[in-house]
């Protein structure tokens, strides 16, 4: 008798907040299969759009029925377990992933802004690997790989020919930002990559009933990593394995939380305005070098605003 397609395990975050190591962790579990980023099987319902924001109405009955039949097949591919999947884009797209996966088990990550930025900026100077150019490609359907061919060579010409320092774009790909990087500097650009899917994630999981998705805090699952998996099995209905506690007390770091340091503290003083209110949100608090950089800029500009009158 053929399997039917298991509840799959969906996690959702921002690139570069931790669902990977989160979802590494998880895939010890004999009875879950991890499936890593298939983001152009999320956008086979348009994959000519400028960003990455879908809506429930997006889910037609074909994509629906599409990327249900792949999940499908990864999971008979892989001893007919339970997939987990994450594709940090579809912090834009939930309720078009929910549409899609009604009966899926849900986990949210979130990461501190400053360490999200400092991550993301880097991310920005690089070129997609062959072996990531690989991985889209398997899931896509032939009918639509000429849609990414030309980013692909666009990456390629801008960093190997032309030398640019940074991608045309990387990441999500929120509304507008197309119109953002010609207009603003990276910096107010990353921040605004956290800050807009944040902003739209939390009205969309608003919408979910209560208890539906395990929230987390990349900065909590990194001290105690064991305590949160506990968390997350309970939540998907598994049990806590000596394999992943092992996994998770060996492949966990917390050495990556102070890299934000890099930045001058008066560049991330400038692009406060934009991130500041999602901060609030989620309980983080603006660094006192950081604090001390604004009253600084702030007293500045009073001083020249003082002599013009």
Known sequence: MASELKPPIIILGNTRSGTTIVQKVLGVHPD??????????????????????FGESDATEPVRRHIREQFLKYQR??????????????????????????EATYL????????????????????LSTKGIRRRLQST?????????????????DKRILGRK????????????????????LLTVIARQW????KKAEEDLALFEPGRVLRLRYEDFVQNPVADMERICAHCGLELTGEMVRAANEWVKSDRLEKWRRFDPRDLARILPEIEGEMRRHGYEIPPEVAQARRAISSVSNTIAEQVR
Do not use: C
């Open 108 to 127: 949210f990550v979130v990461r501190d802004p400053f360490a999200f930025i400092s991550s993301v900026e880097l991310k920005w100077q690089r070129t």
């Open 77 to 102: 591919q892989h001893g007919d377990r339970i997939v987990v999947e994450k594709t940090p884009a579809n912090i834009l797209i939930i309720p078009y992933v929910r549409a899609i996966f009604p």
């Open 166 to 185: 940074y991608q045309a774009v990387w990441g999500p790909r929120y509304r507008g930002m197309d119109e953002d990087v010609r207009r603003h500097d």
């Open 32 to 53: 879950v299969v991890a499936w890593y980023e298939p983001r152009t099987l999320w956008l086979v319902a348009d994959p000519r759009r400028k960003h990455d924001e």
């Open 195 to 198: 800050a807009v899917p944040s």
């Open 141 to 157: 359907p032939v009918t639509q790989l000429h849609h990414y061919a030309g980013r692909f060579v666009r990456q390629y010409v």
